[in-house]
């Protein structure tokens, strides 16, 4: 048998030596050593730099079979999570390559991450191989959009304003070209300023970057947000920036909307009222203006300063505000102010009634008549009303004039108040003191219209004035034991008041002289009347006699007195008579 070792012809020989003639002497052997040899080129295959998610251009790896005999190929791979096979003349395994033929594999590189891969074309086949395997080398490279910050905060903003630019820095940190085919500012109060990336779509190299300058314009009040967008062919560090702000104002609330003083009498201050100003924003709020007008109005004091003054959030101040009419009737006013921020309301309405009260007598005067002195007349009374819009505040109605004096009436003593359209009453009466006319007065001295309001008084005082006719009853000589008279004696009332008669008493006790039918006694004349009685003489003693009859009366000089007188007489009358030179009576 023939068992090569190598390729290339082989000899040998099969020799022998018998005992007996040989030809020939020994057999010659030849052979041929025949193989196949796997030669792969190239060797190793480097597909430099891939951008990663893409694949490479296929390189060829051929096996050819360089050998003397048919070469059989086991197993074919491509190893590596990078690369793959795709096509070439190769067929699946095994197949066969028989000399001289060969076939190739068709090898791509997909890298998946960054950085350097490798892989290898591995193969078995009955032959030797050069080399053993094919090496397979690639770097993965790819662009990275770093974007910083990832967020930003723009805070408190005045409505109206701009805020200063903040910067968004866009860095290609990969290792290849990076596309950016859009970049937007996103969100309403949010704008691009500038910055030193191109407008899209444009490209940033490996290492390289650009700035995207960022301003915040906020237009109402609260928390707004928005955003940086940007679409790039590479992995992004953060999705997009986040832009969050808040707009503030200040915002001038006033409280009340308005305030009515109601009525306030005329010449007089009210109580101060308070109006608040609050700054119920979110940033410091400044009033340039703050002023009270209408002449019956005017500030006084209040926690507000002067102006300018400023009001940080939440804070608030105030304005006291008092009502001063100097006239009867509405007043009109208001309390203006200037703020850099919306406010409410506009402005605070004042409103007033200047009132005043108006002090009436339902009499202008009155007149008592006359009236006796020491007596007091009857009880006279005045309605007091207030007429006029505003309370009245009487602080005093003196009594003047002798003899006139208040007695009584549901006003009260000393000061008293009275409301629109409330009365009172005072009564008064006269005593007199004295004869003749008097005069006198009330005057209520008030704080209404045309103080004091007065009311006058007459009256007359005057005194029971008892006359007698006649003013001496002499019966003249009479006859003891006989009775003389009668004489008829009349007592009048000269006065213009009553005269009150009493008793009758003769002064002296004396028994002699009596009255009769007497119609005065115990009775009351009125002014101008008059009264009778009788008197009668009984002489009991010879001679002259004379006593006093006292009338009791109210008179300023007490009694009225008469004076009666009589003569007894023992004889003839007429010689009596003659002698005494009296006449005899009737």
């Known amino acids: 048998e023939f068992s090569p070792t190598a390729t290339g012809a082989a000899s040998g020989s099969v020799s022998y030596t018998a005992d007996a003639p040989v030809s020939p002497a020994q057999v010659d052997l030849e052979g041929n050593g025949i193989q196949g040899f796997l030669d792969v080129s190239p060797g190793d ?25 048919e070469l059989n190929l086991s197993a074919l791979a491509v190893n590596g999570a990078a690369f793959t096979r795709n096509g070439g003349s190769c067929g699946g395994a095994p197949f066969a390559l028989t000399p001289s033929a060969s076939c190739t594999v068709q090898v791509e590189f997909s890298p998946t991450a960054t950085g350097a891969a490798s892989g290898s074309v591995s193969y078995t086949a009955d032959a030797p191989v050069s080399p053993a395997q094919v090496d397979l080398d690639g770097n993965g490279i790819q662009g990275f959009l770093d974007v910083s910050p990832p967020s930003i905060d723009f805070s408190g903003q005045l409505v109206g304003t701009t805020s200063a630019t903040q910067t968004v820095t866009l860095s290609n940190t990969g290792t290849a070209d990076l596309n950016l085919s859009a970049l937007t500012v996103n969100g309403a109060a949010f704008a691009r300023n500038g910055g030193t990336c191109a407008g899209v779509p444009f490209t940033l190299s490996a290492a390289a970057s650009c700035t995207v300058l960022v301003e915040f314009s906020p237009s109402v009040t609260g928390a707004t947000s928005g955003s940086v967008s940007y679409t790039t062919d590479a992995p992004v560090s953060v999705a997009q920036v986040d832009l969050d702000g808040n707009g503030i104002q200040g915002f001038l609330d006033v409280s009340p909307g308005d305030i009515d003083f109601g009525n306030q009498l005329v010449g007089t201050t009210s109580a101060t009222q308070a109006v608040t100003l609050s700054n119920t924003g979110t940033a410091d709020l400044n009033v340039s203006a703050l002023a009270v007008n209408g002449a019956a109005f005017a500030r006084n004091d209040g926690t507000c300063g002067g102006v300018p003054f400023a009001l940080t959030p939440s804070a608030s101040c105030t304005v006291l505000i008092e009502f001063s009419p100097s006239v009867t009737g509405a007043a009109a006013g208001s309390l203006n102010y200037t703020a850099n921020a919306p406010v409410s309301p506009a402005q605070v309405d004042l409103e007033g009634n200047g009132t005043q009260g108006s002090l009436t007598a339902s ?99 005057a005194a029971p004035q008892p006359v007698l006719d006649p003013a001496l009853v002499d019966f003249g000589p009479s006859p003891l034991n006989e009775l003389s008279g009668p004489i008829f004696v009349t007592l009048g009332n000269e006065s213009a008041v009553e005269l009150a008669v009493g008793s009758f008493s003769i002064a002296g006790g004396s028994s002699e002289f009596d009255i009769e039918t007497n119609t005065c006694e115990n009775t009351v004349l009125i002014a101008k009347d008059d009264c009778t009685f009788e008197l009668y003489f009984l002489p009991a003693e010879d001679g002259f006699v004379m006593d006093q009859l006292r009338i009791a009366t109210d008179a300023i000089g007490g009694d009225a007195v008469l004076t009666v007188q009589g003569i007894g007489i023992v004889g003839e009358l007429e010689n009596t008579i003659f002698q005494s030179g009296f006449e005899s009576p009737p």
């Open 45 to 69: 295959i480097d597909f430099g730099n891939q951008l990663v998610g893409a694949t490479s251009a296929t390189q060829a790896v051929t096996l050819s079979n360089t050998g003397t005999a």
């Open 363 to 461: 009499r202008i005067s009155i007149s008592f008549g006359t009236v006796a002195v020491g007596d007091t007349s009857d009880a006279e009374e005045v309605s007091f009303t207030n007429d006029g819009d505003g309370e009245v505040e009487v602080q005093s109605a003196p009594v003047a004039g002798v003899g006139f004096v208040r007695v009584g009436g549901t006003c009260t003593a000393g000061s008293f108040t009275l409301q629109p359209l409330e009365d009172c009453t005072m009564t008064f009466t006269f005593a007199p003191t004295a004869t003749g006319a008097a005069a006198g007065m009330v005057s209520a001295e008030h704080d209404g219209i045309a103080s004091p309001t007065v009311v006058d008084f007459t009256g007359v005082g």
